[in-house]
């Protein structure tokens, strides 16, 4: 069974950066899309970023295009989120998360779409 494990969350000042890392165990993930979500305290969990399986094709929301990137090393089973210009309202925790059996190309962006889920990263920026 596939596991999930997120990492390089913290504490940042606004404009800051951080890069968190989701490392993967139990199964390759060279033909699993992977996406990260986030969810802020009282607020609904919403979809990050996402990378299909194939050619690493990333889809990025509105709140972070421009300033988040979402990028994979099949080799070494492991997914990124590379953040910059962090914003206070960036503040979460971070979640990644992996869906099999999705068309090459593809980049889910519905939580319901996932089939497994890290534990989750906390994310703190202040102002």
């Known amino acids: 069974q596939l596991q999930l494990v997120e990492s390089g969350g913290g504490l940042v000042q606004a404009g800051g950066s951080l890069r968190l890392s989701c490392g993967a165990s139990g199964h390759a993930l060279d033909k699993v899309a992977m996406g990260w979500f986030r969810q802020a305290p009282g607020k609904e969990r919403e979809f990050v970023a996402a990378?299909?399986?194939?050619?690493?094709?990333?889809r990025h929301s509105d709140s972070v295009r421009g300033r988040f990137t979402i990028s994979r090393d099949n080799a070494a089973n492991t997914v990124y989120l590379q953040m910059n210009s962090l914003k206070p309202d960036d503040t979460a925790v971070y979640y990644c998360a992996a869906s099999y059996g999705m068309l090459a190309g593809s980049t889910p962006v519905q939580g319901w779409e996932y089939d497994y889920w890290g534990q989750g990263t906390q994310v703190t920026v202040s102002s």
């Open positions: 990378i299909s399986w194939s050619d690493s094709i990333a």
